[in-house]
Antibody, heavy 120, light 109 residues
């Protein structure tokens, strides 16, 4: 059973860079896609981006200029960096495994989520 | 960008009733690329349906998904107390490759 756990600061100052890490356990990080999804308080889900274990990425165009997702297979971790944050970036950030199979494309395992608040 | 519009925004029903949730896409979506998630307060979303109609592990057969093209439906045949939650549809397609609907809140009447 794959498990994901987000970690990182819960408070980030405006204009600074948000940095989160997701640790994958119970399965290999290789051969799969890994994603970040966020949810502002009381609102819906927004896809941030995903990375293949080889390092190939795809980002939401609305965030592309500020987002970097990277992977460290030796540590079974992938990371999110979001630069120049504002209050609008306050959200629960989830990491998730993105399954791309003949049966469909979907997020089959999720972390518990971590709330990041942008405030001075 | 493919926009997913879910309706209704809130659905108020009683246990034992049938729930029908709609997800309409602004462009045609391959059935393989349409999924549904259930989210309860304070929890991460949980995969419910993938490939438009395949139930994920752990969900009973009172949950079913259907549809094709631009119109997809999630049906809960007989509501149990634990089914009251927010439901999201999600598609994979053109840029951005992943989008979610805004969600339908299923609440106890």
């Amino acid at each position: 059973q794959v498990q994901l756990q987000e970690s990182g600061p819960g408070l980030v100052k405006p204009s600074e860079t948000l940095s989160l890490t997701c640790t994958v356990s119970g399965g290999s990080i290789s051969s799969y896609y890994w994603s970040w999804i966020r949810q502002p308080p009381g609102k819906g889900l927004e896809w941030v981006g995903y990375i293949y274990y080889t390092g190939s990425t795809n980002y939401n165009p609305s965030l592309k200029s500020r987002v970097t997702i990277s992977v460290d297979t030796s540590k079974s971790q992938f990371s999110l960096k979001l630069s120049s944050v504002t209050a609008a970036d306050t959200a629960v950030y989830y990491c998730a495994k993105f399954a791309r199979r003949g049966s469909g494309y979907y997020f089959d395992y999720w972390g518990q989520g971590t709330l990041v608040t942008v405030s001075s | 960008e493919i926009v997913l519009t879910q309706s209704p925004g809130t659905l108020s029903l009683s246990p034992g009733e049938r729930a029908t949730l709609s997800c309409r896409a602004s462009q045609s979506v391959s059935s393989s690329y349409l999924a549904w998630y259930q989210q309860k307060p304070g929890q991460a979303p949980r995969l419910l349906i993938y490939g438009a109609s395949t139930r994920a592990t752990g969900f009973p057969d009172r949950f079913s998904g259907s549809g094709s093209g631009t119109d997809f439906t999630l049906t809960i045949s007989r509501l149990e107390p634990e089914d009251f939650a927010v439901y999201y549809c999600q598609q994979y397609g053109s840029s951005p490759p992943v989008t979610f609907g805004q969600g339908t809140r299923l609440e106890i009447k």
